[in-house]
């Protein structure tokens, strides 16, 4: 399978900075990578898809002024938050889809001050 | 649409007892079901899949899950437990479209518990 990276593992900001998430493909070229987040003790919900080349597809309810998504190369996507916020604080996680299946990063704490 | 209903957010079983963690499933179209694993501060660990194959899904760890189409059911089973095994465990399903990839849809989640 697919090996994944995100940087950093852990990011304290403040209020109305903005933070940004790399999300790297080790090993496989990905037209698709997905961006998921976790809040404590809670399921992961999707927020968007980033296809390689062309704009991310949020979900709905996804301000995606707000969560800038860029997918430049086959090995990099990166997520921005914006203007960061304390309800902003959470388990940020991307995944690869190498066909069927999809594997995960090893996600990125974001607190915000 | 897809959902996951996961039953029991926690369930705690004994060292060498058979661990079941339930998982039901809503889809408009054939599922791509999965369960993965994930361990305080990380990401997720693929178990196994269920890709329209076999009913009986072999995983890793010694997991092994059952997809049952009339009860809309793809629970997962272990049939002696390990301390190790005590983590998150995640039921996902996937709508299998013409094409393309699609994000997963997950479950709440079940805690599993691992009594000594």
């Known amino acids: 399978g697919a090996v994944v990276s995100q940087h950093p593992s852990r990011v304290i900001c403040k209020s109305g900075t903005s933070v940004k998430i790399e999300c790297r493909s080790l090993?496989?070229?990905?037209?698709?990578m997905f961006w998921y987040r976790q809040f404590p003790k809670q399921s992961l919900m999707l927020m968007a898809t980033?296809?390689?080349?062309?704009?991310?597809?949020?979900e709905q309810g996804v301000e995606k002024d707000k969560f800038l998504i860029n997918h430049a190369s086959l090995t990099l996507s990166t997520l921005t938050v914006t203007s960061a916020h304390p309800e902003d604080s959470s388990f940020y996680i991307c995944?690869?889809?190498?066909?069927?299946?999809?594997?995960f990063g090893p996600g990125t704490r974001l607190t915000v001050l | 649409a897809q959902s996951v209903t996961q039953l029991g957010s926690h369930v705690s079983v004994s060292e060498g007892a058979l661990v079941l963690l339930r998982c039901n499933y809503s889809?408009?179209?054939?599922?791509?079901l999965f369960w993965y694993v994930q361990y305080p501060n990380q990401g997720l660990q693929l178990l196994l899949k269920y890709t329209s194959a076999a009913t009986l899904v072999k995983g890793i760890n010694g997991f092994e899950a059952e997809f049952k189409k009339s009860e809309t059911s793809f629970h997962l089973t272990k049939p002696s437990a390990h301390m190790s095994d005590a983590a998150e465990y995640f039921c996902?399903?996937?709508?299998?479209w013409g094409g393309g990839a699609d994000g997963l849809t997950f479950g709440k989640g079940t805690h599993l518990i691992i009594q000594p």
């Open positions: 889809s408009s179209v054939p599922p791509y």
């Open positions: 090993d496989f070229q990905a037209t698709t």
């Open positions: 995944s690869v889809a190498t066909g069927i299946e999809q594997f």
């Open positions: 980033s296809n390689e080349g062309s704009k991310a597809t949020y």
């Open positions: 996902a399903v996937r709508g299998k």
